[in-house]
Each structure stands twice: as structure tokens, then as C-alpha cells.
């Protein structure tokens, strides 16, 4: 049956790539006029922020290493290893009720089913369905989808459901006295092993206690843009354990003995 | 009466109405949007019954299925339901005027948004409101200009 579909996705994918032609003209048109004062202008912040990311990394660098050495000690060791992809959206809307978009990257690239998706600011949605030449995308804030967070503040770990609109998560499963506030930062928990670990979702932006209830209303928003995004990062996770000594160390101690 | 050219409009008029039913739109407006390919089918149906058949209908259904990421053979099925009844139908629908037409044609689609309120709810679709209901309407006042437009797109390849 899936092969049927891949099969007919293929002989459908000129009409979604037609579709699309217009606004990608538009934007196209949107980036070659531009004047040359704009395009200095974002030159410069791009380098100054390139230059303040790249002293970030040096320390993440630093960082990765102790922390691996450390959950070495723990015992409970995990490589956070992340390969990418860079996929376009296109533009084409399947049907209103559902948050879903079709990206340009397909399992030709190897994108598969369940793979998360992620933009420069959080988690985006992940892939329900790839196809050759494109694939389909649910968004965190579809109804049917719901992912695994916890805050950033202080580990709380609850689930996020989408709501149907672009701009809201509900946390429908925190009690009246969790310990959350508006302005807290959600990230992925990384329980379900769907979603990679420690990513920005949604930062808390209205708490509800209902006194009758059991639970609180709780409504967050996505960190990702998710209205504007173009372009997004199709992530392959791999959690593949690592050895509790570095290898060095133990030909080290090898050699000792 | 010409065979070729009457695949060249069928195909040509379906596939425009295949864009128009994943148009990007903005929020408000793609809610009204209609199913444009039950439309189109509908009309070829009433037209040119002998050559849009009860197969022709379900697999023009499995590309829309797979266009808009559905669960596979739902719109097939939903197609092969609507052109049957209209197959049905056919000969005394001809010689209604365009507003009892349109009538007629509400019920189909009708009868497809049911079949899709159906299966959606039985897969566990969260999500559906009233809004889901809207494209019912706009597709049966869209069904006179359809019905004009197409009708001049068959007269001037003379099909039929």
C-alpha cells in the first residue's frame, strides 16, 4: 500500500511544486530587491552574531566533554550525536483541520517516519509520512499531536498538546499547585524517544489555576515561528550509548596492567 | 465527440482544480475552501457520463488521497459513492435549471463531508469544529460558475 502511495506521490508532486511557484516567486523577488544599505545592515549583525555563537560553541565544546565524562560516572552514558537536514516547505495546504506541511526532502535523502523537526529556535514537529520526493510534517500545534516536556527550571515534566492554532500549546495535565510560571521555558524531555532531549518547545505564557477542577489551564507558545518558517532542519538522533572510560583510557590502563 | 481532446480538458480542468484544493490561504479562507475536484468531477459526470466511470472516479480519489495526505482510499471510496449517485441521477439532472442542479450537488457534497467526518472520527481526528462543515456551502455556491465555466470549456472542444 505505501508503495502505491510513494508511487503516486511522485505523479502528484509536479501539482504541489506548481502550487508552491508563486509565493517562492514572490519571495525570490523579496530577496534580489533589496537595497544595498539593508543588505550591509544584516551583514553586520549576522557577523556579530556569528562571532558571539562561535564563542559559545568554544565552551559548548569544553562543556560536551565534561558532561560526558560525568554521566560517565553516573553510569548512564548517551552520545548526543545529531546529523541534520536542511528541507524547504512548500508552500501547499493539505486540509484545514490539520497542522500538517509538505517539505521538498523525502526519503531520497533519507528522511523517514518519526524523525523531529526542528528550526533555529525549537522544536518544530516531526515527519508522519515520507514519500520519494517530499515528505509530510506534523506541527506541534496540530490537535492530534502532543509531545513530552519538562521546564527548564525545574525539571517538571508534563506533555504539551497542540491546540489548533500556530501560536498555542496546552499543558492540560499540571495540577492547580505545579510549580510553573508564565515565562518559564518548556523544553523536549526526550521520554516518548521521539523527540531529541533538551530542545526549546514553548516558553509559558498564561497560568490558570481552576479552584474546581483537578488541573490548571496552562497555555504556552512555540518557540519555533511556526507561520514564517521557509526552511527547516530535519534531525536524525542516534543515542547510541558510549563507553563508560574513553578509549584512551582504557588502552591507558590496558597498557598499565 | 473527439475522444483526445475531451482527455486533454478532463485532465487539463482536474488538475487546475487540484492546485485550488491545496492552495497555501490564509486561516479564515482556507476553511472556505471547496473540495474543487468533487466539483469538477461531478460536472464531467453529468456531461459525459458514458466516459467517467465508477473506476475512473475512485482513482482520480487515490491521487487526491494522496495529494492531501489522507488516509489511502478514503476519497476514493467517497469519489466512487458521489459519481455513482450521480451516473444515477444523470439524465434527469440535465434537464433541471442550475439553482435545482445546485441543490442536488449540495447533497453530494454532503454526503462526501459526512464520509470524511466518518472516517476522520474513526482514525481519531481531534480538531474538528463547525468550521469543518463550511466547505459544503461554498461548494454548492460555487457550483452555478463551476457548472458556466466548464460547460464553455466543453462546448468550444466539442465534447459531448
Known amino acids: 500500500m505505501d508503495n502505491t502511495r510513494s508511487v503516486l506521490s511522485v505523479l502528484i508532486y509536479p501539482v504541489q511544486r506548481l502550487v508552491s511557484i508563486p509565493v517562492e516567486l514572490i519571495e525570490q523577488v523579496n530577496d534580489t530587491v533589496v537595497s544595498y544599505t539593508a543588505l550591509k545592515k544584516e551583514n553586520i549583525t549576522l557577523k556579530e552574531r556569528q562571532l558571539i555563537n562561535s564563542i559559545k560553541l568554544l565552551k559548548l565544546e569544553s562543556l560536551e566533554n565534561e558532561n560526558i565524562r560525568l554521566r560517565g560516572l553516573l553510569e548512564n552514558s548517551f552520545k548526543l550525536d545529531e546529523q541534520v537536514l536542511v528541507a524547504e516547505l512548500l508552500s501547499v495546504n493539505l486540509v484545514p483541520y490539520e497542522h500538517v506541511m509538505v517539505v521538498n526532502k523525502g526519503s531520497r535523502f533519507g528522511v523517514h517516519e518519526k524523525q523531529s523537526v526542528l528550526d533555529a529556535n525549537g522544536i518544530v514537529g516531526q515527519v508522519i509520512r515520507s514519500l520519494p520526493l517530499s515528505s509530510e510534517v506534523m506541527l506541534i500545534t496540530d490537535p492530534n499531536h502532543a509531545i513530552p516536556v519538562q521546564i527548564n527550571r525545574n525539571g517538571l515534566r508534563t506533555i504539551a498538546i497542540g491546540s489548533g492554532q500556530l501560536d498555542r500549546l496546552n499543558l492540560p495535565f499540571l495540577p492547580n499547585n505545579a510549580d510553573i510560571q508564565p515565562g518559564d521555558l518548556l523544553v523536549s524531555s526526550g521520554l516518548g524517544g521521539a523527540f531529541p532531549q533538551g530542545y526549546p518547545v514553548a516558553v509559558v505564557d498564561k497560568v490558570t489555576p481552576q479552584p474546581n477542577k483537578p488541573f490548571a489551564n496552562i497555555y504556552a507558545t512555540p518557540k519555533a515561528k511556526l507561520d514564517r518558517i521557509r526552511e527547516i532542519l530535519v534531525v536524525w538522533s542516534d543515542s547510541t550509548p558510549i563507553p563508560l572510560l574513553s578509549p584512551e583510557v582504557e588502552t591507558e590502563t590496558a597498557a598499565n596492567e | ?160
Open chain 2, 1 to 160: 465527440m473527439n475522444k483526445d481532446q475531451y482527455s486533454k480538458r478532463y485532465f487539463l480542468t482536474l488538475l487546475i482544480a487540484m492546485s485550488l484544493n491545496i492552495l497555501p490561504l490564509s486561516n479564515l479562507v482556507k476553511s472556505l475552501n471547496p473540495d474543487w475536484v468533487l466539483l469538477v468531477l461531478i460536472y464531467w459526470t453529468l456531461a459525459v457520463p458514458e466516459r467517467v466511470g465508477v473506476f475512473n472516479a475512485w482513482f482520480l480519489g487515490l491521487f487526491v488521497d494522496v495529494l492531501t495526505g489522507r488516509l489511502f482510499g478514503m476519497h476514493g471510496l467517497i469519489y466512487a459513492l458521489v459519481n455513482y449517485t450521480c451516473l444515477k441521477f444523470h439524465r434527469r439532472l440535465r434537464h433541471y435549471p442550475v439553482v435545482q442542479q445546485a441543490l442536488f450537488v449540495f447533497f453530494c457534497l454532503l454526503l462526501s463531508q459526512v464520509m470524511v467526518f466518518w472516517i476522520e472520527n474513526i482514525q481519531g481526528t481531534a480538531g474538528l469544529t463547525w468550521l469543518f462543515w463550511v466547505p459544503v456551502f461554498t461548494g454548492t455556491l460555487c457550483w452555478p460558475f463551476i457548472y458556466a465555466g466548464l460547460r464553455w470549456i466543453r462546448i468550444l472542444g466539442h465534447i459531448g
